[in-house]
């Protein structure tokens, strides 16, 4: 079945450090592919999304690329700021059947900066 | 404003007894879903709906219930049969079902059973 996987936090940083989260994925097809963020507390935000094959999401300054020929999809951020701690879950779109549109999310990786 | 709004944002009950959780969105969207969010665990989909009067279970809709007789309405009821009732309750909508679609969450409501 599909499925996601992360990688496993928590992750802590120095404030204007280098972020990479990685996402791997298991789907057959073409599932878009979207990253959330949880601030303590709080519901997930929508933080960026892919569509297809090759599709980069930004936002905020953080961006992830689709790629299908290693069924990833890695969030980065050159500097992170002590206000980007928070929880991050990588997500996939369901393709099959009755259960198009669902979401599958891998577990989540805290992130914690540090001024 | 357009969103999601859930309540209350914490609830306690005593074991035995049954609970209903609120989602009432403003979005216009077809689509409403429920999830269960456990620590360290990512979200997981306790049932689902397209459109009024129609849902469908998720992954894990033993011991709960929904109902959808209003586009923008979508509650949950935690029933008794719920072994480990006790997690942070997420509400999420879509334009439609659809891969290509995000979802919108609300802000959560935390059930605590004692």
């Known amino acids: 079945g599909n499925s996601v996987t992360q990688m496993e936090g928590p992750v802590t940083l120095s404030e204007e450090a280098f972020l990479t989260i990685n996402c791997t994925y298991t789907?057959?097809?073409?599932?878009?592919l979207f990253w959330y963020v949880q601030y303590p507390g709080e519901g997930l935000q929508l933080l960026l999304k892919?569509?297809?094959?090759?599709d980069k999401g930004s936002n905020k300054g953080f961006e992830a690329t689709y790629r299908k020929e290693t069924t990833s999809f890695h969030l980065e951020k050159g500097s992170v700021q002590v206000s980007d701690s928070a929880v991050y879950f990588c997500?996939?779109?369901?393709?099959?059947?009755?259960?198009?549109?669902?979401?599958?999310f891998g577990k989540g990786t805290k992130l914690s900066v540090k001024p | 404003d357009g969103g999601i709004t859930q309540s209350p944002k914490y609830l306690f009950r005593k074991e035995g007894q049954n609970v209903t959780l609120s989602c009432e969105q403003n979005?216009?969207?077809?689509?409403m879903y429920w999830y269960r969010q456990d620590p360290g665990q990512g979200l997981r989909l306790i049932y689902y709906?397209?459109?009024?009067?129609?849902?469908q279970k998720g992954d894990i809709a033993e011991g709960y219930s929904v109902s959808r007789e209003k586009k923008e309405s979508f509650p949950l009821t935690v029933t008794s049969a719920q072994k480990n009732p006790t997690a942070f309750y997420l509400c999420?909508?879509?334009?439609?079902?659809?891969?290509?679609?995000?979802?919108?969450f609300g802000p959560g409501t935390r059930l605590t059973v004692t």
């Open positions: 999420a909508s879509s334009i439609a079902r659809q891969s290509s679609y995000e979802q919108y």
């Open positions: 789907a057959t097809g073409y599932p878009s």
């Open positions: 892919a569509t297809k094959a090759d």
């Open positions: 997500a996939l779109s369901d393709l099959s059947g009755g259960s198009q549109g669902n979401l599958i």
């Open positions: 979005l216009n969207h077809d689509a």
């Open positions: 709906s397209q459109i009024v009067n129609d849902f």
